[in-house]
T-cell receptor
Framework: AQSVAQPEDQVNVAEGNPLTVKCTYS??????LFWYVQYPNRGLQFLLK??????LVKGSYGFEAEFNKSQTSFHLKKPSALVSDSALYFC???????????FGAGTRLTVKP | KAGVTQTPRYLIKTRGQQVTLSCSPI?????VSWYQQTPGQGLQFLFE???????NKGNFPGRFSGRQFSNSRSEMNVSTLELGDSALYLC??????????????FGEGSWLTVV
């Protein structure tokens, strides 16, 4: 079965600095990879996904993610962090032939002014 | 287009009771999945329904059940509630077809507290 690891429980960055939230995955065959964000007391919001094609995927709110097949990684990035980016971020994977989506444990991003 | 709607948003139940949570998917979406979110266990997959049939099931006891209706609306039921069932229950829907078919979209969740 597919799985996702988010090695950092917490990431702290200063406003205006670049941010990276890490994700590695394990899946048989080609992966579908996703990032979601969760604000306090809310559901998860879809940010971006990789299905096929360009390894650099651009998503909502200025976020992007880079798919690296050799390292089985899908790190989320943003060139300049905002305080409003502070939230819980989840990486997820599903196999191309399976609708069961598996989520990582989440990484809490805190952006300080 | 309206998003995924979950009701109720908040509820408190007593141990031993049962609860039913409801989910209305995005219009046109035929797949509905349920997740449990707790601080200790994170997001855990409960089950997925498509065309009224359960297609996938996570590792939860039989007290957790669900169903999907012909209009794609779904309900999940938890019987004989335990304190550990206190969680945010998230419903998500997906069209399963078209360019966005593989993305699932979440509702705001139902907060269940068992006392």
């Amino acid at each position: 079965a597919q799985s996702v690891a988010q090695p950092e429980d917490q990431v702290n960055v200063a406003e205006g600095n670049p941010l990276t939230v890490k994700c590695t995955y394990s899946v048989s065959g080609n992966p579908y990879l996703f990032w979601y964000v969760q604000y306090p007391n809310r559901g998860l919001q879809f940010l971006l996904k990789y299905i096929t094609g360009d390894n650099l995927v651009k998503g909502s709110y200025g976020f992007e993610a880079e798919f690296n097949k050799s390292q089985t990684s899908f790190h989320l990035k943003k060139p300049s962090a905002l305080v409003s980016d502070s939230a819980l971020y989840f990486c997820a994977v599903r196999a191309y032939n399976n609708n069961d989506m598996r989520f990582g444990a989440g990484t809490r991003l805190t952006v300080k002014p | 287009k309206a998003g995924v709607t979950q009701t109720p948003r908040y509820l408190i139940k007593t141990r031993g009771q049962q609860v039913t949570l409801s989910c209305s998917p995005i219009s046109g979406h035929r797949s509905v999945s349920w997740y449990q979110q707790t601080p200790g266990q994170g997001l855990q997959f409960l089950f997925e329904y498509f065309s009224e049939t359960q297609r996938n099931k996570g590792n939860f006891p039989g007290r957790f059940s669900g169903r999907q209706f012909s209009n794609s609306r779904s309900e999940m039921n938890v019987s004989t509630l335990e304190l550990g069932d206190s969680a945010l229950y998230l419903c998500a829907s997906s069209p399963l077809i078209g360019p966005t078919g593989n993305t699932i979209y979440f509702g705001e969740g139902s907060w269940l507290t068992v006392v």
